[in-house]
């Protein structure tokens, strides 16, 4: 009889096991990203250095991770990158004992070596290595094109601070004690400097710490006094840390680099650079129609660049980059390579600029503090301002835009968001006032609109005129396109706003005896108001005023603060209608620009999938998840759809349904497909419901059909899940398992309709790949499984082992002669000789025909299984094959299929006996696995959709317990 392993408990000791062993169960299991839970893919937890300059012939990396093994090859996305495996070295026992007592795994580590050729092009590269479970994760790894040196302790203190040389130089370093690293640095007065250090954005994400990444800090100090110059441990809502910096005297300086919350850990890497390098501080506008030319107000430090004959080689330059992007085209009309670069990244083709006159060049917002005053913000330079003429992307979407900068390095110039706006008219935020109901601006939706929160406590008003069941999607594209807008949107119809604004003033002049009143106060006493003024007349067609804050964008899963705000309106009524825009932080500048858009929704989706790094034995399964994020209330089912794959591979019912935003499935792999490494492409498919010009619907759908990318998942802080694009994702077929599992559909289709026939419950299980189990509460349902075994791979295993029996057991070598002893002990003492060997030589070939025995009946035992004859089969049994069931619930009971090896079938049993899960949709999935000799072999059964339903009524009838 097999045991229960796997039970619900009670509520109550349930949650008290809960929050006894939450730590200890986060720190274990919620430290690796999903994909590991079910296999021990090769994971990178750091490199150092995190990056290297082109041209440079042998760079040695140190590498931190788990599940390295084998490790063999090492892959760089783009070209011009090469690189080797040196060695892999396995963690120290006092590494073992510290890991343990953290619940953990100790890392392992490895040593690589990089060549990056001279024309190799600047940017962040994906670097993965391949070792025998697989490929790794993706670990991002900068190509940079300035001089780089690595620290070197000690630098701990600015007495021992270190020397960088001259000046642009990048630092590699890494804070692995909770130190503080010292660099020292000789600076010209009059330049502007840039400071940066890089270290979120080598790891965006920390597992198992708060905060969820490296929270590097900056401090500039005068090196013969130690006198702080500024500080600073972000740029705006950037948690990497930017110091853009005058230089007041010619002199030697200190950089010092920690974490803020004094951590340390070889994870904790940083790329520091500093010099007289560009910067882009923000542009404007944050979008343009898409493949129309657009003027970009830029600011930032040292922007000039060389400009004697500006226009000119700014027209080569344009030139050239034109080129190169046709030529990518060109090369990515086939299958993707793996250079290409991500979904979110492309190049704007520039135009002639020009630098506008000194005189507006010193933004009113940044005048030069005194040098010797910290700076909360960074910025302690006065900003350049310059035009920049660009032709955006034909494609609409979020690209990447790289101000090029006429003589600065090659890639030293940050890049910042740009939206290319495919369908809708755009129009700007007139000059002069708009910050009240009554001095709206007027817009026709649909519209983009441009505009700026110029100063702290600006409001911008637009007002425009819908119908009755019209649905708009007002929506502030700020923070998701690099400003430091934390927008807040408020809607709703003019009569409203106008008296909730009016009674807000009066009421604040009555009050303070003033006739300014302070945005905020004016947004308290407005919804007072709005809703009182509502209560007071409630025949006429209005709403209180709706508001919003923040809202989620989870293509945007990278930034740390998500503070764009979000509207879906749905108009009662004929009659005008007012949008405001303000700062809910009260804050204002020229860099908190936005692009508004109030027009029909457009119902739409993204698609995810994840793992990107899958491995599967050939003739296998494995397990890929899908995530959709519904944009504007799309709620329809997203397919996928696989390209770039020979024959061989099966999706099977890949969708995420309707109404869900997230799915799991499984891609089946033929047993001919060769072994080897595989670049799929994923394709997305929905039918999209059109909206017309008005804003009504019109009861149509579009079919479309879209390129989706895969994902790597990623979390954050213990709690926190974030799929981020990789550029190219990996399918790694390795050689057959010696067995594979299914469910036995034939059987579990009788089994359930006699059941359903017992106890008189309606539902069933269809019979074939898309068969959906019907689970009623509190019945215990029986999955019954099919087991096949390789002939070959088994014949193969057992060839091995009767092989390594056979081979003679190497002689142990006999032990070293001691020392003669003295002549006087020879002649009284006892005798210091080294005993005869024979009797040790006669135990090790005893202890040898015994292992070769064993070895032989398992060998046998195996040709046994793979001929099919389970009755030839002799113990030792050569490891037995264990079932589960995943993807079920804690509140599930479920009972294991313990299968002898050699054996055909098995019962898989599990009872779901909370009736809180009724009508609950999702996959099982199976595993099973066998452990031979420490060897874990584990396959995937397909995917098994379930359905749980309601308790039979003859159980009701029976009055049993139900939770």
Request: net charge positive.
């Amino acid at each position: 009889m097999k045991t229960k392993t796997t039970a619900a408990p009670s509520a109550v000791l349930f949650a008290l096991v809960r929050v006894v062993c939450i730590s200890a169960l986060l720190s274990a299991l919620l430290s690796v990203p999903f994909a590991l839970t079910l296999r021990a893919a090769p994971y990178i937890e750091y490199l150092y250095p995190a990056g290297g300059a082109a041209g440079t012939a042998s760079l040695e990396v140190a590498l931190g991770g788990k599940s390295l093994d084998g490790a063999s090859e090492v892959w760089v996305s783009g070209e011009g990158v090469t690189g080797e495996v040196l060695e892999v070295r396995e963690p120290t026992a006092a590494q073992i004992r510290s890991a343990r007592e953290r619940d953990e795994m100790a890392s392992q580590t490895a040593r690589l070596r990089l060549k990056i050729a001279a024309g190799a092009a600047p940017g962040v590269r994906d670097l993965r290595v391949r070792a025998r479970s697989g490929v790794s994760n993706r670990f991002r790894f900068e190509i940079g094109s300035l001089p780089e040196v690595a620290e070197a302790e000690p630098n701990d203190t600015p007495a021992y601070a270190q020397p960088v040389g001259a000046l642009p130089v990048v630092v590699n370093g890494q804070i692995t004690n909770a130190d503080r690293d010292c660099f020292r640095f000789h600076a010209t007065a009059g330049e502007t400097l840039l400071i940066r250090a890089k270290a979120r954005a080598i790891k965006p994400f920390l597992a198992d710490a708060v905060p969820g990444w490296f929270q590097a800090r900056l401090s500039l100090h005068r090196a013969g006094t130690g006198e702080k110059i500024a500080e600073a441990d972000d740029f705006r809502f950037d948690p990497d840390p930017v110091l853009l910096w005058r230089v007041p005297e010619t002199g030697d300086y200190t950089v010092r680099v920690w974490d803020a919350v004094s951590r340390g850990r070889e994870d904790f890497v940083y790329r520091l650079t500093i010099g007289k390098l560009p910067f882009v501080t923000d542009i404007f506008p944050l979008g343009a129609r898409a493949g129309a030319n657009a003027s970009l107000t830029v600011r930032g430090i040292n922007l000039g660049g060389e400009r004697g004959a500006g226009d000119e080689r700014q027209r080569a330059k344009g030139k050239e980059i034109r080129d190169k992007g046709k030529e990518q085209r060109d090369a990515g009309k086939g299958q993707r390579a793996e250079s290409a670069p991500p979904p979110q990244e492309t190049t704007l083709i520039p135009l002639p600029s020009s630098l506008i006159p000194s005189s507006a060049a010193q933004s009113p917002r940044s005048p030069l503090p005194a040098p010797r005053s910290p700076s909360s913000d960074g910025v302690l330079a006065p900003l350049e301002t310059v035009r920049w003429n660009v032709r955006a992307p034909a494609a609409g979407g979020v690209h990447e835009l790289a101000y090029p900068v006429l003589g600065a390095p090659a890639g030293t110039v940050n890049a910042l968001p740009f939206e290319a706006n495919a369908t809708l008219p755009e129009v700007f935020e007139r000059a002069g006032d708009n910050d009240t109901p009554e001095r709206a601006q007027r817009v026709t939706p649909p519209v983009v609109v441009n505009g700026r929160i110029e100063r702290a406590g600006d409001a911008d008003c637009y007002a425009f005129t819908a119908k009755r069941g019209q649905s708009f999607t007002v929506d502030v594209m700020a923070r998701r396109l690099g400003s430091p807008l934390d927008a807040r949107l408020e809607a709703g119809p003019a009569a409203a706003f106008n008296r909730a604004y009016q009674r807000a003033r009066a009421d604040w002049e009555k009050r303070t005896g003033t006739a300014a009143a302070t945005r905020r106060e004016q947004q308290r006493a407005q919804k007072k108001s709005a809703a009182a003024a509502r209560r007071r007349d409630p025949a006429e067609p209005l709403w209180p005023v709706l508001q919003n804050d923040d809202t989620k964008d989870t293509r945007f899963d990278l930034l740390t603060h998500h503070a764009d705000a979000r509207l879906q309106l749905t108009f009662h009524a004929d009659g005008e209608y007012h949008v405001t825009v303000t700062d809910a932080q009260g804050h204002g500048g020229d860099a908190f620009a936005y692009r508004l858009r109030i027009a029909p929704a457009q119902p739409d989706f993204d698609l995810r999938v994840t793992p990107d790094n899958m491995s599967v034995p050939a003739g296998g399964n494995v397990v890929v998840q899908l995530r959709a994020t519904r944009i504007d209330g799309f709620d329809g089912p997203v397919s996928l759809a696989l390209d770039g794959l020979p024959a061989g591979f099966a999706l099977g019912s890949a969708q995420v349904p309707a109404g869900r935003d997230a799915t799991a499935f499984t891609l089946a792999v033929a047993p001919g497909v060769p072994p080897g490494v595989y670049r799929p492409r994923f394709f997305a498919e929905a039918d999209l419901p059109v909206t017309g010009a008005d804003g009504l619907p019109t009861g149509r759908v579009r079919r479309v059909r879209r390129e989706c990318f895969a994902a790597e998942n990623l979390m954050q802080a213990f709690f926190y899940n974030h799929t981020i694009p990789v550029a190219q994702s990996y399918l790694i077929v390795r050689e057959p398992s010696p067995f594979s599992v299914a469910v036995d559909y034939p059987k579990l289709l009788a089994k359930t309709t006699a059941a359903q026939r017992a106890t008189g419950a309606a539902g069933s299980a269809t019979a074939g790949a898309a068969a959906v189990l019907e689970v009623p509460v509190n019945t215990e349902v029986e999955i019954p499984l099919l087991i096949t075994y390789n002939k070959a791979v088994l014949e193969k295993e057992a060839a091995a082992r009767t092989a390594a029996a056979k081979k003679p057991a190497k002689p142990k070598k006999p032990p070293a002669p001691k020392k003669p002893p003295a002549a006087g002990a020879a002649a009284g003492g006892k005798s210091s000789a080294p005993a005869p060997t024979a009797k040790g030589n006669a135990f090790a070939a005893a202890a040898e025909k015994k292992r070769a025995e064993a070895a032989q009946k398992a060998a046998t035992a195996a040709n046994a299984a793979a001929a099919g004859d389970a009755s030839a089969q002799q113990k030792p049994a050569i490891g037995g094959i264990r079932v589960m069931l995943t993807r079920a619930g804690n509140d599930m009971e479920i009972y294991p299929a313990e299968i002898e090896f050699g054996e055909t079938t098995g019962t898989l049993r599990f009872t779901c006996p909370s009736a809180r899960r009724a009508g609950e949709e999702g996959v099982f999935i199976l595993v099973a696995t066998r452990t031979l000799r420490g060897r874990r072999t584990e396959v995937i059964a397909p995917a098994l959709p379930y359905r749980i339903v309601e308790e039979p009524p003859a159980k009701k009838r029976g009055g049993r317990d139900r939770r």
